[in-house]
């Protein structure tokens, strides 16, 4: 059945009321659809501002758990909360922050508030890096932090607290650089830990070595106070990190912050510190290495200064301990060495399966390492670093002979007569001729007697220099072959045998012979000015043995040998006996007790001077001849012994009756 299609229906012409509305209507929709073709609805969406989320997003990475999976760090929103409050969303926000970060900012703390906060941060980093410095390897570069300070107060406990840390944090080894090799090497995760601490320890210490320096090179003549105080915690914190870990790197920086301050003209309290620091390295040095570097670098100084120093900085040589532990000499005839190094018989060797050799190969490779790490030194190495030092300092004695300092002569005599059994016998006869050239230019004693008080007391440093001289002379000697020594090389003493002779009774007459240069004395009541006050010590050549024991240690030199003739111990017993009288007590002492050991070598020699019946020369006894053999002592007798009985202090009388005593039994 088919559907009817519905008539179509046709709209009626409206009335003119109805035309005018909908000609309105239809030119509205005309004017709208105009506009509208000229818009970009998609640049205007781009454009609309949209809405600010609160959240902010996270910038931390993803992190690796113990299982391996790899999760994302999740920020809490109170901490999103904080810093979208501190960042702010908009530039009103941002500048309201702003003004009032600067209304809130406190005000400056006073000094004192400051210093107390410092001390105790300092505390507190020292604590932790006391505790586990591998874990607060930060902690050095804080206390760094606070050693360059501006306030003094705070930069000198930086310093001291620097020194604490340091002393306890450093190993008993050198740490050495690492090679290229090292960044590919396959080690454990302990040992690159343990690397790594090690290589920002010798970092931070060497930028803690370089501000001492820099704090220590202050100039005390023109600098502040404050200033002056730093450089006197910067020298003291070098001495006691030198002497506490001589062994660790940066050892030659240190020595040469105290070497410059010895260098300068002020003798205050820093340049003894810096004095006594050395005088005690070179005692207690043990392997060598840091005597070497102290010499060296003291002698550098001394030539570049053209010698002119104090004389107590040359003196620090007399600390050495040069060769005192290895006197000891092996045999020329074959080689000395352990009996484990050498090669055993095939049938005495234990077996050991390839297993077993290698293991002990690789033992004994890293007992090798073990040795190097604890700086451990031989025999051989050591002895060959004190032969240095020896050759440094025998170099520096020869040019300031050369040079003829008179400030030093002293001090090197003294030296040259403590290592003088040391000595290269190739360099005997230069040496003797230079300490003739010394004796023969010295005053004579007996023409300083209408001199004033100024030239006597330089003529009395010449009788000391003399004296040390004669002493240097006859220790050169000492511990060698004498016979072979003088045979070969035509050495003869007697020069300085009739010095110190002719030069008896000046030194007996000395009022001086029993004090040094560090003695207290009293102003003399007759000088020209007797509130003058005393001369310093660098005015003296010889500061470190008084007169008396150097002229007891010449004597036994000259007497005690055996190949004496009895001529030369007469005479000298003579004289010996003539100065007793005029001596101190305990240089009487001293001089009677070395008659009675002369008397049990060579008493059978001179008995005959205690008996005058027995008289083997003739004509008289002449004290002030120069010659010793020409005095004719056997025409007189020791009549002096008999005054010398009569002396007011006890034990001078009981030493004349021990060498009477002991010339009785060869009768």
Not at 56 to 71: D, F, H, W, Y
Not at 178 to 190: H, R, V, Y
Not at 344 to 354: C, H, M, V, Y
Not at 585 to 610: D, F, I, N, P, Y
Request: proline share 5%.
């Amino acid at each position: 059945m088919t559907i009817a299609r519905a008539a179509k229906r046709r709209r009626i012409s409206p009335t003119e009321s109805l035309q005018e509305g909908s000609s309105d209507e239809f030119s509205a929709r005309n004017d709208y659809s105009v506009h509208t073709t000229g818009w970009n609805l998609e640049q205007d969406y781009e454009q609309r501002l949209r809405k600010q989320t609160k959240g902010v997003e996270s910038t931390r990475l993803p992190i690796k758990t113990a299982e391996g999976r790899i999760e994302r760090v999740i920020v809490p929103q109170d901490e999103l909360e904080e810093v979208e409050s501190f960042l702010g969303s908009g530039s009103e926000n941002e500048s309201d922050l702003k003004e009032s970060m600067i209304e809130e900012q406190p005000a400056e703390l006073p000094i004192r508030q400051q210093v107390i906060d410092a001390k105790e941060e300092m505390a507190r980093v020292g604590t932790l890096l006391g505790e586990d410095p591998e874990e607060h390897i930060g902690g050095f570069r804080k206390l760094a932090d606070f050693a360059a300070s501006s306030n003094p107060t705070i930069k000198k406990l930086a310093l001291a607290t620097q020194l604490a840390v340091y002393k306890d944090v450093i190993p008993g080894y050198r740490i050495r650089p690492l090679g290229e090799a090292a960044d590919t090497e396959k080690i454990s995760k302990d040992v690159r830990r343990l690397r790594s601490f090690e290589q920002a320890l010798v970092s931070n210490y060497q930028d803690y070595v370089k501000e001492l320096a820099r704090c220590a090179r202050t100039n005390s003549n023109n600098a502040p106070e404050a200033t002056t105080g730093i450089s006197t915690v910067a020298i003291s914190c070098a001495s006691t990190l030198l002497l506490a870990v001589p062994h660790f790197n940066f050892r030659s920086e240190l020595i040469k912050i105290l070497v410059d301050k010895l260098g300068s003209k002020n003798r205050d309290t820093d340049f003894t510190r810096c004095l006594e620091t050395l005088e005690k390295l070179f005692r207690d040095d043990e392997d060598g290495n840091p005597a070497l570097d102290g010499v060296s670098q003291l002698t550098k100084m001394i030539k570049a200064r053209d010698y002119r120093i104090d004389e107590s900085v040359l003196n620090t040589f007399l600390h050495l301990r040069l060769l005192s532990e290895l006197s000891s000499r092996g045999s020329q005839n074959r080689t000395d060495r352990p009996a484990e190094d050498g090669k055993k018989l095939k049938s005495k060797r234990e077996f050991r399966t390839k297993k077993e050799r290698k293991l002990l190969k690789e033992r004994r490779a890293v007992e090798k390492e073990f040795k190097e790490a604890d700086a451990i030194v031989s025999h051989e190495e050591r002895e060959r670093l004190q032969s240095e030092t020896l050759k440094v300092v025998f170099i520096t004695y020869f040019r300031i002979l050369k040079a003829r300092i008179p400030s030093l002569t002293g001090a090197v005599l003294e030296g040259l007569a403590k290592y003088a059994h040391l000595i290269n016998q190739d360099f005997f006869g230069d040496l003797l001729e230079a300490l003739k050239d010394l004796v023969t230019n010295s005053t004579d004693p007996f023409e300083t007697e209408d001199e004033t008080s100024a030239q006597s007391s330089s003529s009395q440093n010449h009788l000391r220099c003399s004296l040390l001289c004669t002493t240097t002379a006859f220790a050169l000697l000492e511990g060698q072959d004498v016979a072979r020594s003088a045979t070969s090389l035509h050495l003869d003493l007697t020069f300085f045998t009739a010095h110190l002779y002719k030069s008896l009774h000046s030194y007996a007459l000395n009022p001086d012979i029993e004090l040094s240069s560090k003695s207290l004395r009293l102003p003399d009541p007759h000088s020209p000015s007797p509130t003058a006050p005393p001369p310093p010590t660098t005015s003296n050549k010889i500061n470190l043995k008084t007169p008396s024991v150097l002229l007891l240690r010449a004597l036994s030199s000259i007497l005690l040998p055996r190949a004496m003739p009895p001529l030369r111990v007469a005479a000298f017993v003579k004289q010996l006996y003539i100065c007793s009288l005029h001596l101190p007590e305990k240089s009487a002492q001293a001089v009677l007790g070395l008659l009675t050991q002369v008397m049990k070598v060579h008493g059978r020699k001179v008995a005959g001077l205690w008996d005058t019946e027995e008289r083997k020369g003739d004509g008289v006894f002449d004290a002030l001849r120069g010659d010793v053999e020409g005095s004719n002592p056997f025409a007189s007798t020791v009549w002096e012994g008999e005054l010398l009985r009569c002396h007011y202090v006890p034990a001078v009388k009981d030493a004349v009756k021990a060498v009477e005593r002991v010339v009785g039994g060869f009768k």
